[in-house]
């Protein structure tokens, strides 16, 4: 192996960490390739001043080549922006510094790579010790991810922190990133083909604590609606909640019409309504708000379209029903109802009906 690598370690108080992760990055990858580390350091702490002597004595004597960049004020994304200008190599390795993310994966991750002429390899967590809440926060924004973000779908765990790539996937591009999830914002705005997974195992933290809490989990969100707004999916939500509008006055005008002048018991207008309210929802998205992702069959679309609605509905009734059942006002609880058929339409439609 003989391509070097820069790599991007953000820091936050984490002196505690610093001579193990040297000494395991150095076993890693000593018979492996060059390297160069880059402490993207935001610590308020008197870690500073200790990494310095780190660098400076534990460095020289085990001969590692480090430096520690002052990203005082930075939060974790922009400090690993800061370093990419201090990075002299192609390739580029973002790594935690608190060992959570193993550096006995970075000659692996590497090999893929090159071997597999790769523009990124994700190392991607298998989480064993998350607690419910974050499980749950973790799945709603990878979902989000999945809706909002170019090509992620296939991406087991977009959110991670632990990647390789080649730098060039970055010229001309401007990253304007907030918060922790600065892969999103890679994937979203980089210039690249061939991205493949490592599992590893995300093991707990050897000292020091973490800085992710509630207020980290809401800029993410923030970070990903930038995204969004960025990337026009956001107008793509829109226009399908204008046409999901839409689609009410053509069911209630279907309605009134087919039961006042055609004489059809109500129920049975209410049928028809609904199913015309369908096909209008479905050619209107078809020919404007996914009218470039239309693949294959229009009546094939129709169908999982079709589908995608009844399904919807059955989950609309169901909420109403539990709702209801632990009290809450019918009329609110269809109303969430509608929200979650909503969200539920149009993650299929944009993950099934109109794929890309
Ligand atoms: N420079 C800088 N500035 N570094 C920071 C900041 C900051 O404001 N906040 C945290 N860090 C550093 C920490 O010191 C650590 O090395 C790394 O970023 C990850 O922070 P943790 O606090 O350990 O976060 P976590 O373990 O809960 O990890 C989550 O976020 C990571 C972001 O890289 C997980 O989603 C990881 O998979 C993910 O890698
Ligand atoms: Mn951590």
Known sequence: MDSPVSIIIPTKNEGGNLEEIFLRIKKALENFCDYEIILADSSNDETRKFMEEVIKEFGKEHKIKAMVLDCNGDDLSNAIIQSLNYGTYDIVAIMDGDLQHPPEMLPE??????????DIVIGSRITKNFSIVRTIVSGVYRSLVYLFVKNSTKIRDPGSGFFVFRKKILENVSLKPLGFKILVEILDKAHYEKVIEKRFIFEDRKS??????LNQSYISFIHLFHIAKHNKEYDRFLKFSIVGASGIIINMGCLYILTEFFKIFYLFSSAIAIELSIISNFILNDIWTFKNERNGNFF???????????FASVINVFILFMLTIIGINYLLANLIGIFVATLFTYVTSVLWVWKR
């Open 109 to 118: 991750m590497l090999k893929i790579l090159e071997k597999q002429n790769a």
């Open 208 to 213: 020091g604590t973490s800085k992710f809490n």
């Open 300 to 310: 094939v679309r129709m169908g999982k379209f079709n589908l995608s609605r009844i």
